[in-house]
Each structure stands twice: as C-alpha cells, then as structure tokens.
C-alpha cells in the first residue's frame, strides 16, 4: 500500500472541536499525502473543511449519557469504519475516545489512535464519579493502540491508574499558531476601528476570557468577583467570546449577569472566528476554569503578550509560570480572582512584565510548528506499520 491510498479517521463529537483545535492536523496529515476523512456531529463548517479536501461525515454523538442514542452511535460508527476500511481511526475527547474506539475494532480497523486532551476526572473528582470515569478510560484504553496525552499531569494519572496498559503512551504536548497571535500584527488604529465596532468606549480597561458558556468554565466566580473589581475600577470591562452549549446542564444563560449588577460593563460576543483580533482589544486576559485539557486560550493569550490570571489546576498550570507570564489563583475562590485582577489593573508595569514573558514563553513552547514536526513523525512512526 503506498501512502497516498492509506485512508486515516478523525472522530470527535463537537463541531469547534474539529473546527479550533483538530483542523491544523487534518490540513497537515491531507497536505503530507494521507486520505483524510473526520467525523463529528452537525453540519456546521462542513464547506470550509471540505474545502480543504477532507471528507466530512456526520453522525451524531451526544456528550451526555444516553444508553439507546450511544448505541445508535456505536452501530452507526462500526457500519462507516466497515465500509471505509480505514487504515488508522484516530479519537478525541472522551465519549468519541470510547464508541469511535470500540467501533473501530469491532470493524478490525489495524491502528486505533486516542488523544486525551484532558481526563473528566482529578484528584478532588468524588470517589465514585472518579471510579467511573476511569473505568471508562479503561474500557476505551483496551481498544488503544496508542494514546497521545496533550499534558504532563494526565500522561502519569494514566500510568497510575494503568489506563491503556498495554498501548503505546506518549506525552505529545499541544500548539498555537504563533504568527496569527502575535500584537505585533495589530496598530493601534486597528484596535481602535475595532473597539467601536464592537461597542466598546475609549478609555476602557478591558479584561477577556475565552471560554464555552458553562459553569465549569469558572464564569459565575468571574462575574462575582467582577462585581468587586468594578467597585474599584468602574471602567473595567469584561470581554466575554464564547458559544454557547446548551447541550451541557451546567449551560450559562447570559442574563445571569443581572444578579450580579454588572451588565453594563460585560460584553458578550458568542462565537467568533476573528478570535485573534479579539486579544488584540484585551489588557488582561482570565480563564478561571474548574477542568482543562490544556488550555488554548492560554496560549493563544500568551502568544499575544497577555498578563494571564487562571485557577491553578491541570492544564492552566501547565500553561502559566506563576507570577511571571501570569498568576495562578485557587479556583472555585471569586476573592482571590477578584484581588488578582485588581493587583494588575493597579500595576501596569508588572502586567506588561507578564505579557512580555508570556510572549517569549508562547515562542519557545507553545509553536504549534514544533508540535506538528513531533506529532508527524509519531504518526509516520506507527502508521508506517500498515504501508
């Protein structure tokens, strides 16, 4: 078999996730000669990605549990992966990782490939609900022949919990692309056109997040510790670009703001695919997250020599030297977030120390061109066995 014919399956369940975080990688793997196919639910983006010469096919999986949709899936996935006969399946986050796992090897696909952007479970995970999660990491790891972790933190949680005994693991990191965040890129012109394209008045001292609209993202600690920052800096204002996902319980209705009294210094943008231009407009850049992977927020607002304040929990730790590219605060704790927020607003120098630093450390870690160089010649390493 010679590589232009080897036929390669990405599967995820969300529309972003192919979208901001896996496109790269389907545009590297198809421009390297590979036959890219990618599998994920609705129809959102569909032209763009095709437009790229990777095929697109819809079937649709539910982040939520649900016994009779979960094996509509599973029958759905195996019948494809029959049909298809591709030569590798590659899986992303964790209820893809399980059905697009068993799918593929019920169908004798020869190399099954999963990626951990970031387990549902740590170490303050109830005992229960850990067990469980980690019972179904098992499950899809018996169907793994290799597992790439994009963090340190989750790569030695599965050696301890044997989580893919028997696959080949390997800590493979995560990237941006440098040159699209870059301040350099953006004159103060252009983030003046664009403030008021967005409504947002001079004089402004804005502070961002980019985050899905759900509670685990940390936006009701944000907002309440909001309310304590606008008390000492009314010009403060809060840029909030996210979608919303109103698949997950734990949605944010963004009229929630009224009880804490701040609406008129939040702006909420939604979706946005001019993200980088949306940094541009940012002073100081927030991400109190109770659970990451391994924050591409972070690094994108590093990259763009943002001072970053985020929880200190896996994959934002990761992302953030403490007190110098940022500062780590406890999560779940609105107070601590609120002081750190107001220690940079009344400390310019030290805020833009942060930013500097966080640009240099973006440059020489977070290069999505030495991601891509490690992570290609993985995938040459295994994919070389089925040529």
Known sequence: MTKDKTKICFVASADITVKFLLLSQLKLLKNNGYDVYVIYSGSKWKEEIEAEGIKVKNIRIT??????????????????????????????????????????????????????????????????????????????????????????????TAEKEKIGKAALKIYIGDGIDILRFDPKRFSEGFREKKKKELGISPGKIVIGVVARLVKEKGYLELFEAFKK????????????????????????????????????????????????????????????????????????????????????????????????????VPPKNYQKLAEAIMYLLSDAEKAKEMGKNGRKKAEKEFDERLFFDKMEKEYKNFIGKIL
């Open 229 to 328: 920052v606008v008390e000492k800096f009314p010009e403060a204002l809060l840029l909030v670009a996210g979608s919303a996902d109103l698949e997950k319980k734990d949605s944010i209705d963004i009229n929630i703001i009224k009880n804490f009294g701040i609406e008129n210094n939040v702006i909420f943008l939604g979706e946005r695919t001019d993200i980088d231009e949306i940094y541009s407009l940012m002073d100081i850049f927030v991400l109190p997250s109770w659970r990451e992977g391994f924050s591409h927020s972070i690094m994108e607002a590093s990259a763009m020599s943002l001072p970053v304040i985020a929880t200190d929990i896996r994959g934002c730790r990761g992302a953030v030297d403490d007190q110098k590219t940022g500062i780590l």
């Open 63 to 156: 982040r939520k549990i649900s016994p009779f949709l979960d094996l509509v899936s599973l029958l759905k996935l195996f019948l494809y992966f029959k049909k298809e006969k591709f030569n590798a399946v590659f899986t992303f986050t964790p209820k893809p990782g399980l059905l697009g796992q068993i799918a593929a090897k019920m169908a004798g696909t020869p190399i099954i490939c999963n990626t951990i952007f970031g387990f549902y479970f740590s170490k303050t995970t109830p005992f229960l609900k850990r067990r469980f999660y980690i019972i179904i990491e098992k499950i899809a790891g018996l169907c793994s022949d290799i597992i790439f972790f994009r963090n340190q933190e989750d790569f030695k």
